[in-house]
C-alpha cells in the first residue's frame, strides 16, 4: 500500500473528518463566549465594582521607570478567561448530557421493539424439527 493511498484512507475515515469539524465549530464558539463575556457579561460586572475594567485589571509589583519597564500581574484577563472556561465547560456539559438522555431514549426504543417476526420458511423448518422431536 503506497503511503499516499494510506494517507488518503486515513484521512477520509469518518472520526477523523467528524473531529475536524469538531475543532472548526469549537474554535467558532469559543468566540462567541469570548465576545459573549468581554462585550456583555463583564460591563455589567465592572459597573457593579465601581468601573473596574477587568480587561485592564492588576496587580503592580515593581512600577514603571525610565529603566523599567514595570511588573504587573494581570488578574483580570485571567478572570475573563476563568469565566471563558467556565461557560464552555458548562455548554458543553449541557450537550452531552442532552446527548446521553437522546441516546437513553433512542436505546429504550430499540429494547422496547418487539423481536421481528421470522420469516415463513424458518417457521416451517421450527415446526418440522417440533416434528421430529416429538417422533424421536
Known amino acids: 500500500m503506497s503511503l499516499a493511498k ?8 469518518g472520526n477523523v473528518v467528524d473531529m475536524a469539524v469538531g475543532v472548526i465549530i469549537g474554535g467558532a464558539f469559543g468566540k462567541i463566549v469570548t465576545s459573549l463575556v468581554d462585550n456583555v457579561m463583564m460591563p455589567p460586572i465592572g ?8 480587561k485592564d485589571a492588576a496587580i503592580t509589583l515593581v512600577p514603571k521607570s525610565e529603566l523599567n519597564p514595570g511588573i504587573t500581574l494581570q488578574w483580570g ?6 469565566i471563558q472556561f467556565l461557560i464552555v465547560a458548562f455548554c458543553l456539559f449541557l450537550v452531552i448530557k442532552a446527548m ?10 430499540e429494547a422496547a421493539a418487539p423481536p421481528p417476526e421470522a420469516p415463513a420458511d424458518i417457521k416451517l423448518l421450527g415446526e418440522i424439527r417440533d416434528l421430529l422431536k416429538a417422533k424421536a
Do not use: C, H, S
Not at 6 to 13: I, L, N, P, S, T
Not at 77 to 82: E, K, Q, R, V, Y
Not at 100 to 106: S, V
Open 6 to 13: 494510506e494517507f488518503r484512507d486515513f484521512a477520509m475515515r
Open 47 to 54: 459597573y457593579l465594582t465601581k468601573g473596574v475594567d477587568f
Open 77 to 82: 484577563p485571567f478572570a475573563n478567561t476563568i
Open 100 to 109: 446521553n438522555a437522546a441516546r437513553a431514549r433512542f436505546e429504550q426504543k
